[in-house]
């Protein structure tokens, strides 16, 4: 079995990937996060996450990477992660009492060939109050997360109701990407 690489500095990525059992490393690739306006959502997440995997291949030319990214999208308005509180103030106020989705893309580089998918999930916030919004904010937890806010942490307390994969809103298909790596020969399932 080929040695696998996680391009990813994000710890939650990392967490649900040790869900595979299988030894892996995470190699932090520092991709440029800039791509022309007018993508889909689904392109321009599977590009960053192949720019990221394509990154980490040049630093581990015999292994296995899998590269990710996620974006959250709301009137048709692609949010990453804010660069500070009005930035996140302005995304929670935009989710707040609505349906938006969010969009994680995967790619995977083994012996030059190259498994692109994405995974959509459609996510309801309750309406936020003032106060929800300044309290989450207060958490620190918005800054690094796309949309602002993290299901997995004090943010689910935003969510009303999930339609689709919750790995995909925490950043990783697992469920999808296991059955890839598996079809890849990256994994051999226990007899």
Known sequence: MNHLVLASASPRRKEILQKLNIPFTTFSPNAD?????????????????????????????????IG????????????????????????????????????TGV?????????????KTDVEFWELTETDIHQYIKSGEPFDKAGAYGIQGQGALLV???????????????SRLYRILSAMGLIIPPN
């Open 33 to 65: 996060e800039t791509l022309p306006t007018g993508l889909q959502p689904s392109d321009f997440v599977v590009t960053l996450a192949l720019r990221k995997a394509s990154l980490a291949s040049e630093h581990f030319p015999q292994a296995a990477i």
């Open 68 to 103: 990710s990214d996620t974006v959250v999208v709301c009137d048709e308005l692609i949010l990453g992660k804010p660069k500070n509180r009005e930035e996140a103030e302005h995304m929670l106020k935009l989710l707040s009492g609505r349906i938006h989705a969010v969009y």
């Open 160 to 174: 009303k109701s999930i339609k689709g994969d919750y790995y995909t809103v925490v950043g990783l298909p697992i």
């Open 107 to 119: 790619a995977i580089i083994n012996k030059g060939k190259t498994e692109t998918f994405y995974e």
